[in-house]
């Protein structure tokens, strides 16, 4: 949000002078707003910077205040003509952000302002007239305040300066470029893209599109597409810029997670996130009550966890209940580095609880990286001869007649997860660990992080 807007000139006889400035009072004080608050920064420290040296004029700046709370954008001009005062005439339009907000979507207003107002003085000396003609033109005062609040309010202005000229100002928001699409990620959407898409659309996205539901990764989407991969990357970079989708790792049962300090969110149910755990995650198959006398046998074997006794909604009988909040946050909080889905999966049927019956495994994974309660940990494989080559600069390959071990040799230098190397090899993780048992005893090590 933009804290204040102001336009300085530079006077032979006074120095850097604020001209405008809105609100009042706000880079300095004046004798008609002694009521308001004190000024954001301080002028007399930083008033050589708001007119700097021949060297930054029509560059553009960035000013921090000196407690850092504030940053001042300017753009400062010097228009050479023979009709000022020293045959030069120097401005500067500087907007105040707080210095913690991103200032790149303000860098193009600060350009354009300066531009805008650079190009009427060319034209007809609207800024050198301080005000004093009486074509219709609309004060500089009243352009500043209107410029702050429309884009403050509404992220767009347009202003009718005069007869001829009109300032059409929009914010934009940045967007940063968008991380590399690799072939083993798994997009998720984050809207309906099939009822936004049209005919007017890109062909690649038209046709890869349907087949985002998050579970197929990016080279299977390319293979139902008919796309070729490249173009397949390219066109989920450009959703993925526009944050219409976000990337994570492929599933699988073999594969092993461990929880973030977001899950404390989760026990602490904050903002109902375990309640739309559960409507992400539940299967609809209701679980069954047990009698009071079949009840009191098991309340010390953790099967009843999975029973909710409190008046759940869409429960559609006594005898039907949904996966308890309790359980869910079980389920959630045993997740750990060295353990397994598959493990984990094991581990509640051992203590009475069915978890593929009653739990859509891969939503609930998906949901607790979504939210930042769990992380996947990757598996990968370090071969010392590999890194002794890579330190020596010689060959990894070995040359020999096993070219497919040589190649699984180019991804044992600690880099490679083996989710890239299931996608790009297509082959199993099982498959995987066989070829790296026929390396020589003691070069394979395989680690998690």
């Known amino acids: 949000m933009i804290q204040g807007i102001f336009y300085a000139r530079f006077l032979p006889q006074e120095g850097t002078k604020i001209v405008a400035q809105s609100p009042p009072g706000c880079i300095v004080a004046t004798t ?40 001042i954008l ?46 009427m003085e060319r034209q007809h000396g609207y800024l050198s007239s301080d005000g004093r003609s009486d074509d219709g033109r609309r004060p500089i005062e009243s352009l500043l305040e209107i410029i702050k609040e429309d884009l403050n309010n ?38 309906k893209l099939a009822d936004i898409v049209d005919p007017t659309w890109d062909l690649t996205l038209q046709k890869i599109i ?23 990357q390219i066109a989920l970079q450009h959703l993925l810029y526009y944050d219409t989708i976000l990337l994570l790792d492929m599933f699988f049962f073999g594969s092993c997670y461990a929880p973030r300090p977001g899950i404390h969110d989760f026990i602490a149910n904050r903002d109902g996130l375990v309640d739309e755990c559960a409507g992400y995650v539940c299967i609809n198959t209701p679980i069954p009550v047990p009698n009071s006398s079949a009840a009191a046998s098991t309340v010390g074997d953790g099967s009843k966890d999975a029973v909710d006794t409190g008046n759940g ?9 949904q996966v308890s909040n309790y359980q869910l946050i079980k389920l959630m909080t045993t997740f750990c580095v060295g353990r397994s889905v598959m493990e984990w999966i094991k581990l509640h049927q051992d203590a009475g609880f069915d978890v593929l019956r009653y739990i859509d495994v891969r939503r609930l994974v998906q949901f607790g990286v979504i939210k930042g ?54 082959m199993t993780d099982g498959e995987i660990m066989k070829k790296l048992k026929s390396l020589e005893p003691g070069d394979r090590t395989v680690f998690y992080r």
Request: hydrophobic share 35%; glycine share 4%; with cysteine.
């Open 313 to 321: 909604v869409g429960r559609q009988s006594p005898q039907q209940q």
């Open 373 to 426: 309660l769990l992380y996947r940990v990757h598996k990968y494989v370090v071969s010392k001869r590999v890194l002794e080559a890579l330190a020596t600069g010689r060959r990894v390959l070995r040359g020999g007649d096993d070219d497919e071990e040589d190649t699984l040799l180019r991804y044992a230098d600690g880099c490679h997860s083996f989710d890239q190397i299931i996608t790009e090899q297509n």
């Open 210 to 232: 349907p087949h985002i539901d998050g579970v197929n990764d990016v080279r299977r989407i390319a293979w139902l597409a008919d796309v070729s991969l490249p173009l397949t």
């Open 154 to 191: 509404y992220g767009e202005c347009m202003i009718p300066v005069d007869d001829a000229n009109t300032l059409n100002m929009k914010l934009f928001p940045y967007h940063p470029p968008p991380a590399p699409v690799r072939g083993w990620h798994v997009p998720v959407s984050k809207m």
């Open 74 to 119: 300017g753009f400062p001009v010097s228009i050479p003509n023979e009709r000022y005062h020293r045959n030069e005439f120097i401005f500067n339009f500087g907007l105040v952000v707080e210095s913690d907000v991103d200032q790149i979507p303000y860098e193009r207003l600060v350009r354009r302002l300066a531009v805008t107002f650079a190009e």
């Open 32 to 71: 008609y707003t002694p009521h308001l608050k004190p000024p954001l920064v301080d002028f007399d420290i930083i008033q050589e910077y708001i007119i700097p040296r021949k060297a930054f004029f029509n560059r553009f700046m960035t000013v921090n205040s000196p407690d850092n709370k504030y940053s």
